[in-house]
Nanobody, 122 residues
Framework: QVQLVESGGGSIQAGGSLTLSCAAS????????MGWFRQSPGQEREFVAV????????KYSPSVRDRFTISRDNTENMLYLQMNNLKAEDTAVYYC???????????????WGLGTQVTVSS
């Protein structure tokens, strides 16, 4: 069955860096667009970044552009999110998403992982 398992979250001070990973299995990873979302308590799940199946096109939320980088390794079925210059407002549970197209990812369709907590202290 489809599995998306996020890892790499933790507690960090503002200005620091973290890299999140998402291990995918149970579907043709290299044919799917992938994305990262995040959700804070009491807030809706928020789009963070999306990457096409080839990795050639990436899009970001304005709130993370120039600080976060989404990438993927189709040989290892892995998705990554490099997060630099972290801010307190980046605190959230981060989820990875897999869908057939980037439009489907941003529409919150497809498969979801269970998330990994990122806590940034100021």
């Amino acid at each position: 069955q489809v599995q998306l398992v996020e890892s790499g979250g933790g507690s960090i001070q503002a200005g620091g860096s973290l890299t999140l990973s998402c291990a995918a299995s149970g579907f043709n990873f290299s044919a799917y667009a992938m994305g990262w979302f995040r959700q804070s308590p009491g807030q809706e799940r928020e789009f963070v970044a999306v990457i096409t199946w080839s990795g050639n096109t990436r899009k970001y939320s304005p709130s993370v552009r120039d600080r976060f980088t989404i990438s993927r390794d189709n040989t290892e079925n892995m998705l990554y999110l490099q997060m630099n210059n972290l801010k307190a407002e980046d605190t959230a549970v981060y989820y990875c998403n897999a869908a057939r197209t980037t439009v489907d990812v941003t529409a919150r369709k497809g498969y979801w992982g269970l998330g990994t907590q990122v806590t940034v202290s100021s």
